[in-house]
């Protein structure tokens, strides 16, 4: 170290920024540099004391306090003053510098040191005045972790260079003011009004409101239109008044209404509504707000923030990312513990998911329901999720609104640069119980003893405007009491409401389409294509581009798939690529996402094909022509929660395209079962809520266990009425074809659940000709010729693979008694069809015939829907496993249902 004793100051600056970047990640220096510090900092914890090495005492401290300066942003967020109503936890080690080879002694001395920071030669009291009030005081950070220090470098940049904080102008300060008015006045004029009622308040949390002001404030003069926002109920009716626009008024008649104005049948309490709003920021920038209606189950709206921002930004915005902010608010003990809050981060940055960066705000009560956080979570803090990603994370003092404002404007210019998902954790407190009549003292005596004494940060804020002069307590006064005035009129204007008005969540989109439950679903629809226009089609989808090679199997598919063309016979692959080839050339853009869907998990599909010896793809079905609207094919995460909640979001806004989730395997759906239940299966009914999303299903009972045989028809089914979703289980290729062209050309939109097959894939019986695919449309119900109908004894109505096995049986053995009949639509239920084919045979026996056990797939169904019907049920027996494990006994089963339906013969 002698070496540096003569260096000078810009030099010693220069050594101290290698030094820095060192400290943060060591590959991002050369190596003789890397390997000088790495020696550097081995002898100066090993023989600092010991005459083996003297290094020169002034550069030694240099090189401590740049150890200092990186300890502070580093770890200055342990040890801040961000929680408004406990005292935090004690970490080790300390950032006291005697830590770091310090003295008190050194306090007055000037280093270099303080280049790094920004504020040139300072004394070592300065530089360290100057990291405690940069990060150790209403706001923490968390972002030396991120790896990139390009990302490290401009946050760096920023913060320093502020001491993380603003000036604001009197009016800038007025303003923060109002929205804390509205918020604080907002609640507490409810919870005299409404007493006892349930409104999950935001009193606490209410900087919350000032938060959301500002990042669609500054979101908007840094170039975004649309803000898409979700969140659970803590706090839903105060952003619903005082951002959304909402009127009070209906906000207040919902709190005592008895019936809806408009066509919903059950609706939903009024901290789970949605709403949707033009509004105009105090510069004059008009912005579109979207707040997603959502269940109580926490944390399941974020995938359809998700899913439904990137809609936007693909089909409004034309890929910009810089257009379109989601906002996904959370509570403290759910971000922390909810697993699809990690299936949404793992979407962040891939292709097909991303959208250009999520910013994550907290409500950082402290409590989850009753349960103290130390016993909520393993992590240090709730937002440790977001370490995944790599993405900054602040926490901030909700009592300190300029704190909050500063860290949200801050944010929003990195999501912006950056694409980036940022976290704001603000620490505030939850002033009553879970809900209005719970009692949060049982459990939490003293924390709620501190609460209790604790001002709200409206008057915490009045106080700070009254010393800095900008508005006295007077004044401030007499705006709350004017506030108050004003929802007392619009109190009065609620009671003069005769019905709940709930505006139906993206009414514009869906404006054109008839109520799902008031129309007839069963009512054929022409969903044909002029044969010259299939073959056209196909000769596209079959064509491989010139000058790429292609491993040889894939050049023996597209051959098998030409040749298929030639001689009029389709298998089931051929009919999906031209179902969405069709659709793609109307002027429909088509998104197929799931496990494996490219190549598809039976490898039927192969919607994009690879490039020999490269990673570059093709994708036949991108080049139908030169007018043709989007396709999409991803493979997705390993994830069914998220990525079907992603999907339903990105429906929402897509009425006019066809999107599709596909589960690798149908049994494995139920890890998204609150997405069925939630939204799918009851949206409408609940908000008035649209959706065309198509969901692949893979299901067949084909000996491969319980886990790959069923895809739980039976759980759908019992989720059915008012033509609330289709569930269907289509048997050839046309009929999949017509199916898909059905779910655009009538004028409805509503789920729809496809079983689709495993071995049917390549049923040497499973093909359907061009002409199908020309003429005609969907079939609710597919009846084989019958060449005697004078000798039908049994009439046989069954649905999926097993009609392939029955078929196959009665021809076999020219059995002429009996009538196979597939339902292949579950629901809407084509009864009328299905009494009608039984009329025709008043003297036969009916069957219902499934490859289910009778406790599962559509036996119980059935009857609820035709309870007079006569039927006999012949299906494996009763069980709780859906399938069994050995083949032989699968076999045996099957075997046993066949003979039973076959009993009795009549031979040709």
Not at 504 to 531: C, M, Q, S, W
Request: with cysteine; proline share 5%.
């Amino acid at each position: 170290m002698d070496k540096f004793s003569q260096v000078g100051n810009q030099e010693i600056a220069a050594i101290e920024e290698l030094y820095s970047s060192y400290l943060i990640d060591p590959e991002s220096v050369d190596a003789s540099w890397r390997n000088f510090f790495a020696g550097f900092e081995f002898a100066r914890k090993n023989f600092a004391d010991s005459s083996q090495v003297k290094p020169d005492e002034k550069m030694d401290k240099e090189f401590a306090i740049l150890n200092l300066i990186h300890g502070y942003r580093q770890r200055g967020h342990l040890f801040t003053k961000t929680n408004p109503v406990r005292s935090r936890r004690k970490y080790l080690p300390t950032l006291d510098i005697e830590n770091f080879g310090l003295q008190k002694s050194d306090l007055d001395t000037v280093f270099q040191a303080g280049n790094n920071i920004g504020i040139g030669p300072s004394s070592l009291r300065t530089i360290v005045e100057h990291l405690e009030a940069t990060y150790c005081q209403s706001i923490g950070v968390e972002y030396v972790f991120m790896r990139d220090p390009q990302l490290i470098e401009w946050l760096k940049l920023k913060m320093e260079s502020t001491r993380n904080s603003q000036t604001f102008t009197p009016e800038k300060h007025k303003h923060i003011y109002y929205h804390l008015k509205i918020a604080v006045g907002f609640e507490s004029f409810i919870h005299k009004k409404f007493v006892g009622q349930k409104r999950f308040s935001l009193e606490g949390g209410e900087a919350l409101i000032p938060a959301l002001d500002a990042v669609i404030e500054h979101g908007a003069e840094l170039g975004i239109s649309e803000f898409i926002i979700g969140m659970a109920h803590r706090g839903r009716l105060n952003v619903l008044a005082n951002i959304m626009e909402k009127p009070y008024e209906h906000i207040f008649k919902e709190f005592v209404g008895t019936e809806y104005e408009q066509e919903i049948s059950l609706g939903d309490v009024k901290y789970h509504l949605g709403y949707e709003n033009d509004v105009e920021t105090d510069l004059g920038k008009k912005v579109h707000l979207s707040l997603m209606p959502n269940p109580s189950h926490l944390e399941t709206v974020a995938p359809l923030v998700q899913g439904m921002s990137r809609s936007r930004i693909d089909s409004r915005y034309k890929g910009d990312y810089s257009k379109v902010a989601p906002i996904v608010i959370h509570g403290d003990a759910a971000i922390a513990t909810q697993g699809v809050v990690y299936e949404v981060i793992q979407m962040s940055q891939l292709a097909g998911y991303k959208t250009g960066g999520t910013i994550h705000l907290v409500i950082n009560n402290q409590v989850g329901f009753t349960t103290n956080y130390l016993d909520a979570r393993s992590s240090t803090y709730c937002t440790d999720v977001a370490k995944v990603t790599r993405s900054p994370v602040f926490h901030v003092n909700g009592d300190d609104v300029e704190a909050i404002i500063y860290t949200v404007k801050l944010a929003m210019e990195f999501r912006q640069k950056f694409h980036s998902d940022v976290f704001i954790d603000i620490l505030c407190y939850r002033k009553y119980g879970h809900n209005e009549g719970d009692e949060p003292r049982f459990t939490q005596p003293l924390l709620y003893k501190a609460i209790e004494k604790h001002r709200n940060p409206r008057d915490i804020y009045a106080d700070k405007l009254d010393a800095l002069g900008v508005m006295s307590l007077a004044e401030s006064s007499g705006l709350n009491q004017e506030f108050d005035q004003f929802l007392e009129e619009k109190y009065k204007e609620s009671e003069k409401i005769d019905k709940v008005k709930v505006r139906r969540f993206l009414k514009g989109e869906y404006h054109d389409f008839e109520n799902p439950a008031k129309t007839d679903l069963i009512k054929p629809v022409k969903t044909g294509v002029p044969k010259s226009e299939l073959l056209r089609i196909a000769e596209r989808i079959n064509a491989l581009p010139a000058g790429k090679k292609f491993f040889k199997k894939i050049d023996r598919i597209v051959e098998d798939r030409r040749m298929m063309m030639l001689d009029n016979r389709m298998d089931w692959a051929m009919a999906e690529l031209l179902a969405y080839g069709t659709l793609l050339e109307e002027g429909h853009p088509v998104r197929l996402s799931g496990q494996d869907s490219e190549r598809g998990t039976f490898a039927h599909r192969h919607a994009s094909f690879v490039v020999e010896d490269t990673d570059e793809k093709y994708y036949p079905l991108k080049n139908v022509s030169e007018k043709q609207a989007d396709f999409h094919v991803f493979n997705s995460l390993l994830s069914e929660y998220g990525v079907l909640g992603f999907e339903y979001g990105y429906a929402l806004t897509s009425p006019k395209g066809l999107t599709i989730w596909e589960a690798q395997f149908g049994d494995f759906a139920n890890v998204a079962q609150v997405i069925f239940d939630q939204y799918i299966s009851s949206a409408f009914e609940k908000w008035g809520m649209m959706n065309g999303l198509v969901m692949y299903l893979p299901h067949g009972y084909e000996g491969q266990g319980p886990e790959h045989s069923s895809g739980r028809i039976e759980r759908f089914l019992n989720l059915v009425a008012d033509n609330n979703i289709q569930v269907v289980v289509p048997t050839t290729p046309a009929n999949m074809f017509h199916l898909l062209r059905r779910q655009l050309h009538w004028n409805v939109r509503i789920p729809l659940v496809v079983f689709t097959p495993k071995s049917l894939l390549r049923h040497p019986m499973v093909t359907s000709s061009v002409d199908e695919l020309a003429e005609g449309s969907f079939q609710e119900i597919i009846e084989d010729a019958v060449p005697h109908p004078e000798k039908i004894s049994k009439v046989v109505f069954t649905f999926g693979k097993l009609y392939y096995d029955l078929h196959k049986r009665q021809t076999e053995e020219g059995l002429l008694n009996i009538a196979i009949i597939r339902v292949e639509q579950l629901f809407p239920l084509p009864d009328g069809q299905i009494r009608s084919i039984i009329a025709k045979n008043p003297a036969a026996e009916v069957l219902w015939v499934q490859d289910e056990p009778s406790n599962m797939g559509a036996w119980q169904h059935i009857k609820r829907f035709l309870p007079d019907v006569p039927f006999k049920l012949i299906s494996r027996p009763a069980s709780a496993s859906p399938a069994g494990g050995l083949m032989y006994q699968h076999n045996t089963r099957l075997k046993r249902i066949l003979d039973t339906v076959f009993e009795e013969r009549v031979l040709a």
